[in-house]
């Protein structure tokens, strides 16, 4: 059974930083390519950053280039996402996600984690 | 980048109405759109990829079509179960962009 399991969120101030991790079962973690997507309160889905089975090739939204770093570490199975430079903004939920291929050429997303809340305020 | 929209954003319906959602990109994306289907307080589950394939475990009242710049989401006979926020998403290339969505509750 495919499993995400995400942590790290919590409350930082505005200007701090966070990493996120997702830690991934029932499946080989190295074959597929893996994103975040969040969703503030409220509102609609948002794609933030995604990076290939192999790890190269790492894309973001334009909301978060410069400030976050997608990684991941196959040996571990795990999926992080470096936040820095937090604005109120960013508040959110942040999903991980997996695609059912390594490359984007299949880069939606067919099993999602349940979530962690980031929730940047002073 | 490539916009998504997505048209209406809220309907409601009664059960068993045949159901019709929108979702029009700026710029072509050939068959590269998914559907999602989020239900209040859950995760979003995929619907559809490819445009018009169905999830395996999603029932049959689900259909998709389109190719191109527009795409449609269809639920033949709305049920109690479907009210949800249903999303488009483009990935033919990066940035994967999501629609804003489509409340659909029932009437």
């Known amino acids: 059974e495919v499993q995400l399991l995400e942590s790290g969120g919590g409350l930082v101030q505005p200007g701090g930083s966070l990493r996120l991790s997702c830690a991934a079962s029932g499946f080989t973690f190295n074959s597929y390519a893996m994103s975040w997507v969040r969703q503030a309160p409220g509102k609609g889905l948002e794609w933030v950053s995604a990076?290939?089975?192999?790890?190269?090739?790492?894309y973001y939204g334009d909301s978060v280039k410069g400030r976050f770093t997608i990684s991941r570490d196959n040996s571990k199975k795990t999926l992080y996402l470096q936040m820095n430079s937090l604005r109120a903004e960013d508040t959110a939920v942040y999903y991980c996600a997996k695609s059912p291929s390594g490359s984007y050429y299949m880069a939606y997303f067919d099993y999602w984690g349940q979530g962690t809340l980031v929730t940047v305020s002073s | 980048d490539i916009q998504m929209t997505q048209s209406p954003s809220s309907l409601s319906a009664s059960v068993g109405d045949r159901v019709t959602i929108t979702c029009r990109a700026s710029q072509g994306i050939s068959n590269f759109l998914a559907w999602y289907q989020q239900k209040p307080g859950k995760v979003p589950k995929l619907l559809i990829y490819?445009?018009?394939t169905l999830q395996s475990g999603v029932p049959s009242r689900f259909s998709g079509s389109g190719s191109g710049t527009d795409f449609t989401l269809t639920i033949s006979s709305l049920q109690p179960e479907d009210v949800a926020t249903y999303y488009c998403?483009?990935?033919?290339?990066?940035?994967?962009?999501f629609g804003p969505g489509t409340k659909v509750d029932i009437k």
């Open positions: 490819v445009a018009s």
């Open positions: 998403q483009k990935y033919n290339s990066a940035p994967f962009t």
């Open positions: 990076i290939s089975g192999s790890g190269d090739t790492p």
